[in-house]
């Protein structure tokens, strides 16, 4: 299927759609302008200078609705996202969906309700997470006329599985649209989330749920891998977006596509396979990364106990250099390497205690692994999370490892000229 290029909507259009869909968010003088991007297609520039810390914009959702993703509690009120009871969640007109009481009387979920009742699911004994997942994608139906327009001009870059996720959802409905307009809008609404779409958390009454949501202003922030903002979620349905650092006038309002962690060929890799494009920034043109030193693994010249990092950064293939002894060692022999210890340590994080995971960062690692390496820094990232997130006892010991985690983690950040960042702000509690 084509999907019609999103750029063939002029620009000067689509900063009018978005002022439309800002509507009360959308300020009188703000401090950025949709126009012509050099990175690609279109982007967000600064109008003025922009203080670290200043907002930038605050935007609701497009559309949005549950990832029904394998970590998270199925029977979460498909609207407004908080916890139901398990034996009484599904929507009592018989859905199949999870709703509660109050969004079924607001009338909320009355026009989803009526069409998915119309596709007549199969299994309205429980939730089916293929089907409550197409819910996200549905509501594209109901969007006014410049929020459709709106939708049509955003990116939208057909991956394997565009069509899969549409394919699986009409297995569980008697009655799924089968004619080609209907399907191509559908299609087209999951490329646009597969190409935009932040995953965010939802915290109603202390139940995270995570949801997949589609913000048309902060989706036009085109990539770099140490960006200006950070962004966080206020609630299920709005982003805000903040100055990361000094922004100047002119200067293009980036947000990142990947990890901020992770190493350029990690990276790149990652850019080139998902967003198709290979990015130039800064960093990634810097083996070093800003001294960070992610990508660096251990010298294997007998004697030597430096450290190698690619030499260049032009090509996923490069060859690896050890900043000791100078010797270069080709790219597959290191990319083995890599796969070793990102496999031993993600092995050990699904598999590990906290407690036993921190004895094999602190005692294990070290032995096949340099401490800048990222995938032990993610390791450790992973440490604070659980820590975060499960409040359970900790020792002292435990917490004050998870202290200089945290620590050496904000000293990369600081490295890499990162600012206020969406990680810095996460693991210091400044977002909840
Ligand atoms: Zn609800
Ligand atoms: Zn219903
Ligand atoms: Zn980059
Ligand atoms: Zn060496």
Redesign the pocket.
Known sequence: MALENANTIPTAEVAHLIDLHLGDLCEQEPSWQVVDSPISGRGIFARRDIKRGELIFRERTLLNGPTASKDTVLNTCAVCFRLLDEDKALCAAGCALPICDACQQSGAHDMECKLFRYWVPKDTTRIVPYALRILSVMRCYFLCPEKRRLLLAMQANPDKYYKREVERAAECFENFPTDKETLGFFYRTVSVYNTNAFEGRSIVDGHETSVRALFALAGLMN???TPNVSHHFENAQTIVVTAARDIAQGEEITATYTKILWS?LA?QLFLRGTKHFT???K??LDPTENGTYLSALFCREQGCKGIVIPEHTKTLQPDWRCVTCDTVAPHAKMSRYQDFALNTINNRINTSTVHDLITFINDMCPRFCPPSNYVLVEAKLNVIWRMQRFKGDFTEEEVRHRDRYREEILEILEKLGAGDCTLKKLITNEIP
């Open positions: 990539h770099n891998c350029t990276r990015c130039r920034c960093r990634c």
